[in-house]
């Protein structure tokens, strides 16, 4: 396989190895060393609802013929990362990102939705909760009850994504995506850590310098709740200095700087534009030659995805998808910062979007957010 076509692998597999999928296709429609096993992971029970499991099928013999696609137009893809416990525990959206592909494929776009944006949560039947307003991060959590103290994750999901199609406009996301933040570790542990630029000096509010968690203020060992144990830790912290360099983190490392937002002059748009870069650094570390070219820990990386992920893609494969974007480069992904506030009532109530932002959101519906940014420049992230 040429070189230029391994380099320009699609964006759409880039983006999912970066999220746990690992499609792995290179340009030309070329599938890249390890197809068979590829398919394992490239087949998804789908209706017209998000979001269906994926489905564990065994790695054929032989590859399929390559599927024709016909998805048509621009594209809009939802990404939420989880951090669950268990299925006795109420999953929260900690990341909400969307990923625009305009209809010519030129280019990528992926932007944030704060955690703590205030919006209004429609009341949802699944789960049998009523309408509320709340941080938009709750909406998983609502729409994932099932009873009996149980949840779902792929059932939330739905209720987070009617809630940000209100947000944004988007009546229907084409595709979407969950992935738990412990997927993550072991995806990046297995493509031997991830280069990065560090764009502002971090402190660790978690961890201290060898990775291990800080120890807790006395008066907060056993205190989880009150808002004097908000900051419940104590003695060294792990820091990351700011360069202009990209810097090899590993995988301890990347997860912790991405979940980072209290410190000296960083607030959450901080982390979401660092967590914007760590997935569009995952899918070029996953697409390099040492990874690619290497049997060993391209299997490696792909069953350390497959655990992780949750995909549908409305009747079509992940690997459907990767054909559709493969004349897309992962330096083609342009990350967007849409700047909010705080809303304060007596106390902090969570985020709202700043005048500009609702504008931004008609063109993503209109097929036109790159006039929209040559026109808005600020709202580009300068670190592209």
Known sequence: M?????????????????????VLLAGGGTLVAGQALVSKYTDAITDDSLLAPIAGKPAEAAAPPEPESD?????????VGIDPRDDHTAPLADSIVIAHIPADRHSAYLFSIPRDLRVDIPAF???????????????????????????????????????VGNVTGIKKFDAGAIVNFGG?????????????????????????????????????????????????????????KKSDEPVRLQAWEALDYVRQRYGDDMTDYDRQRHQQQFIKAMAKQAMSRDVVTDPGKLLAV???????????????SILEWALEMKA?????????????????????????????????????????????????????????
């Not at 380099?7 to 597999?13: E, F, G, K, V």
């Not at 998805?71 to 990404?79: D, H, P, Q, R, S």
């Open 125 to 163: 039947q699944p789960s049998g909760t009523g309408a509320d307003r709340t941080k938009i991060n709750a909406a998983m959590a609502y729409g994932s009850r099932l009873g009996d103290n149980k949840y779902s994750a792929a059932q939330g999901f739905q209720l987070l994504a009617a809630t």
């Open 2 to 22: 040429a070189a230029e076509a391994k380099r320009r692998s699609p964006l759409w597999a880039r983006i999912c190895v970066g999220l746990g999928a690992v």
């Open 302 to 316: 792909m069953d350390a995805a497959g655990g992780s992920l949750t995909f549908d893609g409305r009747g079509h």
């Open 71 to 79: 998805i048509e137009g621009a594209v809009n893809i939802l990404l």
């Open 328 to 384: 897309l480069n992962v330096d083609d992904m342009i990350t967007v910062k849409l700047p909010g506030e705080g809303v304060y009532d007596g106390g902090y109530l969570g985020e709202r979007f700043q005048d500009g932002v609702d504008d931004f959101f008609k063109a993503v519906t209109e097929n036109r957010v790159p006039a929209f940014l040559m026109d808005h420049p600020t709202f580009i992230n300068e670190t592209n």
């Open 184 to 240: 993550f570790k072991k995806i990046v542990e297995a493509l031997g850590g991830v280069e990065m630029v560090i764009d502002m000096d971090v402190k660790s509010e978690h961890l201290g310098p060898d990775g291990k968690t800080r120890e807790r203020i006395s008066r907060c060992r056993n205190d989880h709740t009150s808002s004097s144990c908000a900051h419940p830790y104590t003695g060294p912290q792990k820091q990351y």
